[in-house]
């Protein structure tokens, strides 16, 4: 191995990329690792990486330079410059991953609503029926609050408001309402 404090020339760096690139030299990559790799992790660090994650991004980074090293192209950039590149995009890549982590399947936001069973939503028609039959029976003033309270959800004081009906009238016929219908349809309502 080579002295690690004595810093190895651009012609060695080629050389030993070209070795793990033609013949996956193994001591080769062991030097361009023991070269590259505290460098690496130092400009990580200066780049915000606390030790234990600038520590992994060197090693991601290394291993896609051992997977990758027949596309290094020295006409394109130094090794040194390809090896840092490599290792600011795995650090990039592990703060998106990070910032926005992998969706878990499980998620209950994520599960799709069960479907109502074919049973269930033949009854809701038939209950639907029902109550549309009953609320025929109803006065027209009792139906109008209906349907501006359950239909369109709107609050017992803004039926009031758009109907110029003073609020107890409002709740006193949404409440003789219900009681009829009760009474017409029975478990229904």
Not at 70 to 86: L, R
Not at 157 to 178: C, F, N, Y
Request: proline content about 5%.
């Amino acid at each position: 191995m080579t002295d690690p404090s004595r810093a190895a020339s651009a012609d060695e760096q080629r050389d030993w990329i070209k070795a793990v690139a033609v013949s996956r030299d193994r001591s080769a990559f062991a030097r361009l690792f023991e070269h590259f790799g505290p460098r690496v992790k130092a400009y990580l660090m200066r780049s915000g990486c606390d030790g234990d994650t600038a520590e992994e991004v060197v090693q991601e980074a290394m291993l896609m330079v051992w997977r990758r090293a027949e596309t290094f192209d020295p006409s394109q950039a130094s090794v040194a410059t390809w090896i840092f590149t490599i290792a600011r995009n795995k650090r990039i890549d592990g703060l998106r991953r990070t910032r926005r982590p992998e969706l878990d399947p499980n998620d209950p936001a994520l599960v799709p609503a069960e479907q109502t069973a074919a049973d269930d939503v033949v009854a809701m028609g038939q209950n639907a029926d029902v109550l549309r039959a009953a609320m025929k029976t109803l006065p027209a003033e009792q139906v109008e609050m209906l349907r501006m309270a359950f239909f369109e959800d709107k609050p017992h004081s803004q039926i009031a408001a758009e109907t110029d009906i003073p609020l107890g009238t409002v709740k006193s016929r949404l409440r003789l309402a219900m009681g009829r219908l009760r009474k017409e349809v029975g478990e229904l309502v």
